[in-house]
């Protein structure tokens, strides 16, 4: 299914997808089953997982009145996942067929078990951290037997030290500013490093409280000294077909698959398009299609990494975490510029 067949069944609420699919709203952290009776959110505020699982490795929490974890679709690959994925969750050895296990991973995740294990840890990892506060219980208490390489991709993992993480950002200054366009509200953030947040939205509350979100103790300001303002002005041009390629220095978390797939799209010329099995096959993993996918829609910079330049196979224009409003328009403006 697509983005937007997934979204009318939710809107639909119909229960034929329970099971086939979830639903995850950035804004509660909750996931839920298609057909949950919930008030509907804002399409921009929701992504889709193929598995229960999948979106709790992401630090979703299930939803108490739909219970999605519970429902079974009738794929046999969706249930061999969804066991192994709890038998990894547990710390137990994964048993059957390896090579079928990894088929089924690859088909229904975009992602070995292996890749899975390791992303989930990094998960953990980072609830913990915030939760204990130390690096070195969190990091036990996560699966890693030493510190070393843990930091040694600290930066690649989490955009700053663990033990700046585990302080909630404390200690890191983002300042930001929102300005109007004709996609809606743009909200520009950075480090003192380079943008760490790029967002399209339809109020600068909203996207200010997304902001705050993930590093409730870091200091987040207003930019008020025009210390963005050659990043604005250089994305304002870009909007208006003034300015083709955005070159921005940036300050991002990313795991090591999510930072070779951001530079692939970067990579893709002003005006032209890729497809999801295009940009997989460029970066050696043709049958991580659904894998890129869940990168482009995890990307925190838009425009400066151009996701909405990645459609699928068909020609449909596919999901955009700005919703596909915006991305159409961003490649209709990339075309007529």
Same mark, same amino acid.
């Given at each position: 299914?697509?983005?937007?067949?997934?979204?009318?069944?939710?809107?639909?609420?119909?229960?034929?997808?329970?099971?086939?699919?979830?639903?995850?709203?950035?804004?509660?952290?909750?996931?839920?089953?298609?057909?949950?009776?919930?008030?509907?959110?804002? =399409? $921009?505020?929701?992504?889709?997982?193929?598995?229960?699982?999948?979106?709790?490795?992401?630090?979703?929490?299930?939803?108490?009145?739909?219970?999605?974890?519970?429902?079974?679709?009738?794929?046999?690959?969706?249930?061999?996942?969804?066991?192994?994925?709890?038998?990894?969750?547990?710390?137990?050895?994964?048993?059957? !067929?390896?090579?079928?296990?990894?088929?089924?991973?690859?088909?229904?995740?975009?992602?070995?078990?292996?890749?899975?294990?390791?992303?989930?840890?990094?998960?953990?990892? +980072?609830?913990?951290? +915030?939760?204990? +506060?130390?690096?070195?219980?969190?990091?036990?208490?996560?699966?890693?037997?030493? $510190?070393?390489?843990?930091?040694?991709?600290?930066?690649?993992?989490?955009?700053?030290?663990?033990?700046?993480?585990?302080?909630?950002?404390?200690?890191?200054?983002?300042?930001?500013?929102?300005?109007? $366009?004709?996609?809606?509200?743009?909200?520009?953030?950075? $480090?003192? =490093?380079?943008?760490?947040?790029?967002?399209?939205?339809?109020?600068?509350?909203?996207?200010?409280? !997304?902001?705050?979100?993930?590093?409730?103790?870091?200091?987040?300001?207003?930019?008020?000294?025009?210390?963005?303002?050659?990043?604005?002005?250089?994305?304002?041009?870009?909007?208006?077909? =003034?300015?083709?390629?955005?070159?921005?220095?940036?300050?991002?978390?990313?795991?090591?698959?999510?930072?070779?797939?951001?530079?692939?799209?970067?990579?893709?010329?002003?005006?032209?398009?890729?497809?999801?099995?295009?940009?997989?096959?460029?970066?050696?993993?043709?049958?991580?299609?659904?894998?890129?996918?869940?990168?482009?829609?995890?990307?925190?910079?838009?425009?400066?990494?151009?996701?909405?330049?990645?459609?699928?196979?068909?020609?449909?224009?596919?999901?955009?975490?700005?919703?596909?409003?915006? +991305?159409?328009?961003?490649?209709?403006?990339?075309?007529?510029?």
């Amino acid at each position: 299914m697509s983005p937007t067949e997934r979204w009318q069944a939710v809107l639909a609420r119909d229960r034929q997808f329970d099971g086939a699919f979830v639903y995850a709203v950035r804004s509660t952290g909750i996931y839920c089953r298609p057909s949950c009776a919930s008030r509907r959110p804002r =399409r $921009t505020q929701v992504s889709f997982f193929p598995i229960p699982e999948a979106a709790e490795r992401e630090g979703f929490r299930a939803c108490q009145r739909c219970h999605p974890s519970a429902a079974n679709g009738g794929d046999p690959a969706v249930a061999l996942v969804r066991e192994a994925c709890r038998a990894i969750a547990a710390g137990e050895p994964l048993r059957g !067929d390896t090579r079928r296990l990894a088929r089924a991973f690859k088909r229904v995740l975009g992602i070995t078990p292996r890749a899975y294990a390791e992303a989930r840890r990094v998960t953990r990892f +980072k609830q913990e951290l +915030k939760r204990r +506060k130390h690096v070195s219980p969190a990091l036990y208490e996560a699966g890693y037997s030493s $510190t070393s390489r843990v930091y040694e991709h600290a930066h690649e993992q989490l955009g700053m030290t663990p033990a700046t993480y585990a302080r909630g950002g404390a200690g890191v200054e983002i300042v930001f500013v929102t300005v109007a $366009t004709s996609l809606g509200r743009l909200l520009v953030a950075a $480090t003192e =490093r380079g943008v760490c947040r790029v967002m399209l939205g339809d109020t600068a509350a909203t996207l200010e409280a !997304d902001l705050r979100r993930e590093f409730d103790a870091a200091s987040v300001r207003q930019d008020k000294g025009g210390t963005l303002e050659g990043f604005v002005d250089a994305m304002l041009s870009y909007l208006e077909g =003034r300015e083709p390629h955005l070159e921005l220095p940036l300050d991002i978390r990313a795991t090591a698959f999510q930072r070779r797939v951001w530079q692939e799209l970067q990579r893709i010329p002003f005006g032209e398009t890729r497809t999801y099995t295009q940009v997989a096959k460029a970066i050696g993993e043709p049958k991580a299609t659904r894998a890129v996918a869940r990168a482009c829609a995890t990307n925190p910079v838009a425009l400066v990494i151009p996701c909405h330049r990645v459609v699928r196979e068909d020609g449909d224009l596919g999901g955009y975490r700005w919703g596909v409003e915006r +991305k159409k328009a961003l490649l209709e403006k990339e075309r007529d510029a």
